[in-house]
């Protein structure tokens, strides 16, 4: 089973609007990490936000927020107030607490449309 | 450095020649992991490294791919009679411990491997 699935390969969304990408994900350790990464044209991996399973509010971090759904197993991502410059692919991935690895979705295309 | 450091950038090579990535994480990073991205596509893990611990190869493809490193420092892929399906982009990341959850993996800006 994937550990992590994220089921839009693309997206588009108008300037100044919010998105929502979609990740859920598969673990049976009670302890275990988020987070989501951005990946422009430029090839680079950006971390941009992460949650604990433990965290009981939602994370945040400016125009990024993290919709924690634990019960469904699932971490959006919430962009607001879209830019042109948020084009590129975004990546969720998983740490469990047993274990060394990330687990990495295959990514969700996101297009900013002026 | 200020961040993690990868070389070359760019390489192409023939077929059936050895080639070898660089990674040079970020100081007092100990634990560093390998991934190779194809056009497209999501990351997939190759080989991660935890201080002196013996390194997980699980995410290894076959036995032409190895890796090194020493201490806490550099380290070094290598794929021996490369193929085609090598072609790829393989990024490096380093985190800062990595039994602390939290820690998120900070990453170069990867090595363009083609292989004609």
């Known amino acids: 089973a994937q550990k992590i699935t994220q089921t839009q390969p693309g997206m588009f969304v108008q300037e100044k609007e919010a998105v929502t990408l979609d990740c859920t994900y598969d673990t049976s350790d009670q302890s275990y990490g988020l987070f989501w990464y951005k990946q422009p044209s430029s090839g680079e991996m950006i971390f941009l936000i992460y949650q604990g399973s433990y965290d009981e509010q939602n994370a945040t971090e400016g125009r990024y927020s993290l919709n924690f759904q634990k019960a469904r197993k699932s971490a959006n991502l919430v962009i607001s107030a879209s830019q042109l410059g948020d084009s590129a692919m975004y990546f969720c991935?998983?740490?469990?607490?047993?274990?060394?690895?990330?687990?990495f979705g295959t990514g969700t295309s996101l297009t900013v449309i002026p | 450095g200020a961040g993690v450091s990868q070389s070359p950038s760019n390489k192409v090579t023939e077929k059936g020649k050895d080639v070898e990535l660089r990674c040079d994480p970020i100081?007092?990073?100990?634990?560093l992991y390998w991934y190779r991205q194809r056009l497209g596509q999501g990351l997939e893990f190759l080989i991660y490294?935890?201080?002196?611990?013996?390194?997980?190869k699980s995410g290894l493809p076959s036995d032409r791919f190895s890796a090194e490193r020493t201490g806490e420092s550099v380290s070094t892929l290598t794929i021996q009679r490369t193929q085609q399906e090598d072609s790829a982009v393989y990024l490096c990341?380093?985190?800062?411990?990595?039994?602390?959850?939290?820690?998120?993996?900070?990453f170069g800006d990867g090595t363009r491997l083609s292989i004609l």
């Open positions: 490294f935890q201080g002196n611990s013996a390194p997980d």
């Open positions: 100081s007092g990073h100990t634990a």
């Open positions: 991935a998983m740490r469990e607490n047993t274990g060394n690895q990330f687990y």
């Open positions: 990341a380093s985190s800062q411990r990595a039994g602390a959850l939290r820690q998120p993996q900070h």
